[in-house]
């Protein structure tokens, strides 16, 4: 496993993620065990979460994914040291008034339960889950920079922020001597390019902040499983996602499908790992965020790590997937 530092930061984290969202929902508690294991076994070491995860999901009232990483770290022998724990706060996990959005209350009390189901003293990634348009953004970043101070959290970044709003957060972080945030999570994949590369390409390569694009493959649209002039299988997500049927209305997503199949084919790779590779060719991602239900899936992704696409490739893949 290689590491990269997070943006400018000397944080070091593995060049894949280990995204949880799924744990305790299309996948259960004791598939998340064998799964982590495999990706320390492979000496990944981040994990990232989210306080809301997954509570649309029937019985799934929130906090379930947290709490999963928290049962695995008591049960592990791995040193609490040697995993980033990325958690995030935002969305609504109660009934009252402050139970969502960026205030300073609710970022505190949110902070603490995470923190009670992580089982840990220490979250290493706090990030704001999507911009709250209710609350000024200098009581949001007073109150990560206190939890800092407090040592209860050691780094903040934030995800699905238009570019204006993540440099507002720079230029106040600046003015007023806050933490910054060190890192941005974007929707980014092979399909889906434009909203990261219009604008927040730029910002992040200006200013350092370290990418950890969600979705890397396009909710298993990038994986291959879905064919031209063919209904998702039984058991996708393609059976309701808009994003995913939209995905299949265009022609074009099936030439690159093929594209990949081809240079895959040549190197004895899946779709899956091409997709992946072209990201981690990418010098501005950090790490994309890979979700597995299985430990072979796990094996599967895994896979991207040694492939170096070429100059070349890499041109092709630009050209058949870009947006302008």
Not at 58 to 75: H, S
Not at 172 to 186: I, K
Not at 190 to 217: H, K, N, Q, S, T
Not at 227 to 242: I, K, L, M, V
Request: proline content about 4%; glycine content about 10%; hydrophobic content about 35%.
């Amino acid at each position: 496993m290689e590491y990269r530092n997070l943006g400018r930061t000397g944080l070091k984290v593995s060049r894949l993620c280990m995204g949880t969202m799924n744990f305790g929902w299309t996948a259960p508690e004791e598939n998340a065990y064998a799964v982590f294991d495999a990706f320390r076994d492979a000496d990944g070491n981040f994990l990232d979460t989210a306080d809301i995860y997954s509570n649309w999901a029937k019985d799934n009232p929130g906090g379930v994914a947290e709490a999963i990483i928290g049962k695995w770290l008591k049960k592990s022998s791995v040193p609490r040291g040697q995993i980033v724990i990325a958690t995030k706060v935002r969305g609504r996990m109660g009934d009252g008034p402050n139970d969502e959005g960026l205030s300073r209350k609710h970022i505190m009390d949110a902070a603490e339960a995470s923190l009670r189901r992580l089982q840990t003293d220490t979250i290493d990634l706090y990030q704001t889950h999507w911009y709250d348009e209710n609350t000024p953004i200098e009581e949001t970043l007073r109150a990560l920079d206190d939890l800092i101070r407090q040592g209860k959290v050691r780094y903040i970044g934030c995800s699905n922020y238009p570019a204006w709003r993540l440099m507002e957060a720079l230029w106040m972080s600046d003015r007023l001597g806050l933490a910054r945030y060190d890192s941005l999570q974007p929707h980014y994949n092979l399909v889906y390019r434009a909203e990261f590369e219009r604008e927040l390409r730029d910002v992040c390569g200006m200013y350092g902040i370290g990418v950890i694009p969600y979705a890397p493959l396009a909710g298993g649209f990038l994986t291959g499983k879905y064919r031209r002039g063919e209904p998702p299988p039984g058991g996708t997500r393609g059976q309701q996602s808009g994003r995913i049927k939209e995905y299949m209305s265009h022609s074009r997503n099936f030439d690159l499908l093929d594209l990949l199949r081809k240079m895959g084919q040549a190197r004895g790779k899946t779709v899956a790992q091409m997709a992946l590779a072209w990201m981690l060719a990418d010098p501005v991602v950090t790490s994309p965020i890979i979700g597995a239900n299985t430990v072979e899936q796990w094996n599967e992704l895994a896979g991207a790590l040694d492939v170096k696409l070429s100059g070349e490739e890499k041109r092709e893949l630009d050209e058949w997937s870009k947006w302008q």
